[in-house]
């Protein structure tokens, strides 16, 4: 038999694949190799033995498979990263109390819209069913909001909250304190339907759901920082990479509250881009006008047009609470990834004496139905008692962003 020369490179080459993987395959052992949350092996790369692959088996070594972070509906993905924060209007209140200064905020997740009448009578239908009913209407939204000595708003006390036309219209009358108590609820609600449809053995602990990848993170008010940064939404400025073109006033592009655009808000060129109020005793624009912005009181929570992160009435319609402490240096204080104050430390309240700031005034952003325009700027900052309702102030909730696919 003859071979070819060229014949005995490509047997000699083959030889040497064959013979590599051979032996590769016998260093490599199961489960190993690059190991990543999505694929994390069959077994431990440090002791060899076998994962346990029953979510139910509590008796052996789990390891969960990690595909994605297990959230609720209607949460968008806020991408973090670097941005300034802080008033970018002209400071006609002379606060002074949110310089801008640079920071890092890290991904987390945020409700699309604020919280529905629907949603929170949804909350105080199951909470009934545990609680007495004295605790209920503690939780009650205070109805009384509406009314005033010198109006006839009266008639909104009795149907704003319960009747179904204002079903999908903001939540109003809730208090800081109510409104965590709500996120509490929703955390606990929501974890146990995604243990359900897992079919996860109800007797687990909370930190053994939480190692098989089913229990969802914490539903919280923002802190000021994520609800700033993502009303801002800069990222619909962004090109090249990390170039971004202009700073915003308001969540959307432009010096003023009207669309600039004629395509990219979805709606007119011309037309109001928040539920506000545009003058004195002008809470609407007149009748029959296309540029009216459209309700007198709060509105239907998806009215207008979402920013570049999904979110809706970032500004206006209704104020929303944020987690945070008020005081008026916290810009000089806060960390720069992630800023938060969860109390009063290094500003402690006794050095207000003289001053209605205490550890109990929490921040709220946005502005609102009733609020002139120079409120509607994410960085304009201001601040109520925790137990105080009013008829502009509402909320939604946010989740942190845990882990990733493929890491």
């Avoid at 008796?59 to 973090?80: D, H, N, T």
């Avoid at 991904?107 to 199951?126: I, P």
């Avoid at 009207?258 to 808000?265: C, E």
């Avoid at 992160?309 to 944020?322: C, I, P």
Wanted: aromatic share 14%; hydrophobic share 35%; with cysteine.
């Amino acid at each position: 038999m003859v071979f070819r020369k060229s014949n005995l490179g490509m047997i000699a080459a083959m030889l040497l694949i064959v013979g590599g993987a051979i032996l590769s395959s016998c260093n490599r052992q199961p489960g190993y190799g690059r190991r990543t949350a999505n694929k994390p092996g069959k077994a431990s790369a440090s002791t060899g033995s076998d994962f346990s692959k029953d979510i139910n088996d509590s008796s052996k070594f789990y390891v969960a498979k990690f595909a994605e972070q297990k959230i609720g509906p209607r949460l968008k993905y806020i991408q973090g990263g670097r941005t300034v924060l802080g008033s970018q209007e002209q400071d006609v209140m002379g606060f002074r109390d949110n310089l801008e200064r640079t920071v890092t905020i890290a991904s987390f997740y945020m409700d699309e819209t604020e919280v529905t009448n629907v949603d929170y009578r949804e909350f105080l239908f199951y909470m009934s069913k545990n609680v007495s009913a004295d605790s209920i209407q503690k939780l009650e939204p205070k109805e009384h909001v509406w009314a005033g000595a010198m109006n006839y708003n009266d008639l909104y006390d009795t149907y704003y909250f319960r009747f179904p036309g204002f079903n999908f219209y903001p939540v109003a009358g809730v208090s800081w304190t109510q409104a965590n108590s709500y996120s509490k609820w929703r955390t606990e609600f929501v974890s146990n339907i995604i243990r359900e449809q897992n079919n996860v053995d109800s007797t687990l602990s909370k930190r053994q759901l939480v190692e098989r990848g089913v229990a969802i993170a914490e539903y919280r008010l923002p802190s000021e920082g994520e609800w700033e940064y993502a009303a801002k939404a800069m990222i619909g400025t962004q090109y090249m990479d990390e170039n971004q073109e202009n700073g915003r006033i308001y969540p959307w592009d432009g010096r003023g509250v009207r669309n600039p655009y004629n395509i990219k808000r979805k709606g007119r060129q011309g037309d109001f881009l928040a539920n506000f109020k545009r003058g004195r005793g002008d809470y609407a624009g007149i009748a029959g006008s296309k540029t009216n912005d459209g309700e007198i009181l709060p509105t239907n929570v998806y009215d207008m047009p979402p920013n570049d992160f999904g979110l809706y009435h970032m500004a206006g319609n209704v104020n929303e609470w944020v987690n945070d402490v008020y005081r008026p240096l916290s810009f000089q204080d806060f960390d720069d990834l992630n800023p938060s104050r969860y109390d009063g430390i290094y500003d402690e309240e006794e050095s207000y004496t003289t001053m209605l700031i205490t550890d109990e005034f929490r921040v709220f952003k946005g502005g609102s139905w009733r609020d002139v325009a120079y409120w509607l700027t994410p960085g304009a900052r201001r601040f109520t008692h925790q137990d105080s309702a009013t008829n502009h102030i509402g909320f939604r909730c946010a989740m942190i962003s845990i882990g990733a696919k493929g890491k």
